[in-house]
């Protein structure tokens, strides 16, 4: 399913020395498809599988509505490959164990 293993260069996590700055961990996912809306008053979602997470975790669901730069709206279509980033401040770390 995926191109790129998690273990390479896609996946980076960084811990910056300046407390300001956040640690960040972006791994390599795909939109595996476009689920309508249930309410036609909710927006449609993306179901996106995550390359290295848990198995019956690695799909996320979220509203597809990105903005472009340029600020006109888009959406993701089925097959497009994305990026997964999670961000967290210096005082949500701690030390990793083993």
Do not use: C, W
Not at 5 to 13: F, G, I, P, R, Y
């Amino acid at each position: 399913m995926f191109n790129k293993s998690a273990n390479d260069d896609e996946q980076k996590l960084h811990a910056e020395g300046n407390s300001n700055e956040k640690a960040t961990i972006t791994l390599p996912a795909v939109v595996q498809k476009v689920i309508p809306p249930v309410v036609p008053s909710e927006p449609e979602k993306a179901q996106i599988a995550v390359e290295g997470a848990d198995h019956l975790y690695r799909e996320l669901r979220v509203a597809n509505s990105l903005k472009k730069p340029d600020g006109k709206k888009a959406a993701l279509k089925p097959g497009a490959e994305v990026e997964v980033t999670i961000e967290a401040e210096s005082e949500a770390l701690q030390p990793p164990k083993g």
